[in-house]
């Protein structure tokens, strides 16, 4: 049972470069979320997903698009990177929002934009 | 609009002494709160959870102390060991179907020999 997988760990893009960030979770997770987390603040919520087929957007969602195509995946995309967006990147998952359930977080991302 | 909060940036304590994370809340809707560890490096780590209709909660060396009239929210970890040294962050769901969790800036607890 691994969890949330991310990949890849750590990144450099160049301005205007476009990547995906891969998030798998292997524990049947209905809801799973991207948040991504600048240096010495907290997480801040950019998309997440109730199931498959089904996104919307957080806090922060400009300038990334998400896709929810399996239970098990939920990569994020960049189009245009943007020195703003170099942050950690985390995603995570968890069972049943109604029950109340904590999040399970991958290890994370660390973009660069240069 | 949502958000969460916290008192303190960092904390410093002695090894085996008890400390206390403080965060406030401003969504009275809230009805459940998560703290999380997160070491240098990883991912936010589950440590306990409070439902609204709690006043408290404990679990091994950690006890979550909820005030919904002030709507603030402790975290207490007892007889403190170098392994608690972590960012611990407050995270709240505002309310019912409510589908995020919205997390505060963070405290940093470093733990003295």
């Known amino acids: 049972n691994a969890g949330v997988t991310q990949t890849p760990k750590f990144r450099i893009l160049k301005i205007g470069q476009s990547m995906t960030l891969q998030c798998t979770q292997d524990?049947?997770?209905?809801?799973m979320y991207w948040y991504r987390q600048d240096p010495g603040m907290g997480l801040k919520l950019i998309y997440y997903?109730?199931?498959?087929?089904?996104?919307d957007k957080g806090e922060v969602p400009n300038g990334y698009n998400v896709s929810r195509s399996t239970t098990e995946d939920f990569p994020l995309r960049l189009e245009l990177a943007a020195p703003s967006q170099t942050s950690v990147y985390f995603c995570?998952?968890?069972?049943?929002?109604?029950?109340?359930?904590?999040?399970?977080f991958g290890q994370g991302t660390r973009l660069t934009v240069v | 609009g949502e958000s969460v909060g916290l008192h303190l940036p960092t904390l410093s304590v002695q090894e085996g002494d008890n400390s206390i994370i403080n965060c406030a809340y401003s969504?009275?809707?809230?009805?459940?709160f998560i703290w999380y560890k997160q070491e240098s490096g990883k991912g936010p780590q589950f440590i306990i959870d409070?439902?609204?209709?709690?006043d408290k909660r404990q679990g091994q060396r950690v006890t979550v102390l909820l005030n919904k009239t002030v709507k603030h929210l402790s975290l207490q970890i007892a007889a403190t060991q170098p392994g608690d040294s972590a960012v611990y962050f407050c995270?709240?769901?505002?309310?019912?179907?409510?589908?995020?969790?919205?997390f505060g800036q963070g405290t940093r607890l470093t733990i003295n020999p």
């Open positions: 995570a998952s968890s069972y049943r929002e109604r029950l109340n359930t904590e999040a399970f």
């Open positions: 524990m049947n997770h209905n809801y």
């Open positions: 997903s109730v199931g498959a087929g089904i996104t």
């Open positions: 969504n009275s809707a809230s009805d459940y």
């Open positions: 409070i439902r609204s209709n709690m």
């Open positions: 995270a709240e769901k505002g309310g019912r179907g409510a589908q995020k969790l919205v």
